[in-house]
C-alpha cells in the first residue's frame, strides 16, 4: 500500500514568492497533519483536519499560512509570500479514527529553503 | 498543555551495546506513548506505541513500557547495531475535547550514533 505522499520533495524559492506544498495521505485515513521541523523548534504541529475539515489550526505561524483539504486524497499548504525563516522541513502525516491509539503515519516530508 | 521530554544526546555507543534513552511526558488527559525513529534525510516511522499503563510496546528489538505513575515511558534495546543510528523521538497524543485523535506532542529528539 501506498503511504503518504507528499510532493515536491525538495523547494528552492526566493523571499517574496508564493510556496504550494501538497499531501496525499493514506486512503481511508481521515485524520491529516501538517508539521514543520526545524533545527531550534523540533517537531511543531500546524494544523489539523478532520474529515476535510480544519479543527485546530492554533499551531499556524501567521496570516502568511493557509492550509486547505478540498477533498479526502489531497491537501495543500502555500505560504505567502515566503520568507528565509520559514526554511525547514515540511511533513504530511495521516491518522485512521477507530485505531484507538492515534497513531500516525508521515510523509517523507518536503524541505523548504528560501533565500 | 501537554510535553515530552527527552535526553537529546547525542548518544554514543558500542555495536552491541544496552541502549536506553529516557522519555517523561506531562499530559492533560490519558495519552497514547509513541516513539518514532528517523533515519537522515527520511521522513517519522512509527517504531512502537502503548495506548494505556503497563503496556509494553515492542518492535524490532526495542521496547518500552508506559508507566503512569513516573509519567514515562523508556526506550530499550538489549544489544545495539550500526543500523540502529538514527534520531529518536518520543511522543503522545491527547485526546481532544471532541473525542478524536489530537496532533502529536514531541521531545526534540535523541541523536543515537552506533559504532562499529
Known amino acids: 500500500d501506498a503511504g503518504v505522499i507528499q510532493s515536491p520533495r525538495h523547494e528552492v524559492t526566493e523571499m517574496g514568492q508564493e510556496v504550494t506544498l501538497r499531501c496525499k495521505p493514506i486512503?481511508?485515513?481521515?485524520?491529516l497533519f501538517w508539521y514543520r521541523q526545524t533545527m531550534m523548534r523540533g517537531l511543531e504541529l500546524l494544523i489539523y483536519f478532520n474529515n476535510n475539515v480544519p479543527i485546530d489550526d492554533s499551531g499556524m505561524p501567521e496570516d502568511r499560512f493557509s492550509a486547505k483539504m478540498p477533498n479526502a486524497s489531497f491537501s495543500t499548504l502555500k505560504i505567502q509570500p515566503s520568507e528565509p525563516r520559514d526554511s525547514a522541513v515540511y511533513f504530511c502525516?495521516?491518522?485512521?479514527?477507530?485505531?484507538?491509539?492515534?497513531?500516525?503515519?508521515f510523509g517523507p516530508g518536503t524541505r523548504l529553503t528560501v533565500t | 498543555g501537554d510535553s515530552v521530554t527527552q535526553m537529546e544526546g547525542p548518544v554514543t555507543l558500542s555495536e552491541e551495546a544496552f541502549l536506553t534513552i529516557n522519555c517523561t511526558y506531562t499530559a492533560t488527559g490519558y495519552p497514547s506513548l509513541f516513539w518514532y525513529v528517523q533515519y537522515p534525510g527520511e521522513g517519522l516511522q512509527l517504531l512502537l506505541k502503548a495506548t494505556k499503563a503497563d503496556d509494553k510496546g515492542s518492535n524490532k528489538g526495542f521496547e518500552a513500557t508506559y508507566r503512569k505513575e513516573t509519567t514515562s515511558f523508556h526506550l530499550e534495546k538489549g544489544s545495539v547495531q550500526v543500523s540502529d543510528s538514527a534520531v529518536y523521538f518520543c511522543?503522545?497524543?491527547?485526546?481532544?475535547?471532541?473525542?478524536?485523535?489530537?496532533?502529536?506532542?514531541f521531545g526534540k529528539g535523541t541523536h543515537l550514533i552506533i559504532q562499529p
Open positions: 486512503s481511508g485515513h481521515d485524520y
Open positions: 502525516a495521516s491518522s485512521p479514527s477507530g485505531s484507538g491509539s492515534y497513531e500516525q503515519y
Open positions: 511522543a503522545l497524543s491527547d485526546q481532544y475535547s471532541g473525542g478524536g485523535a489530537d496532533g502529536l506532542t
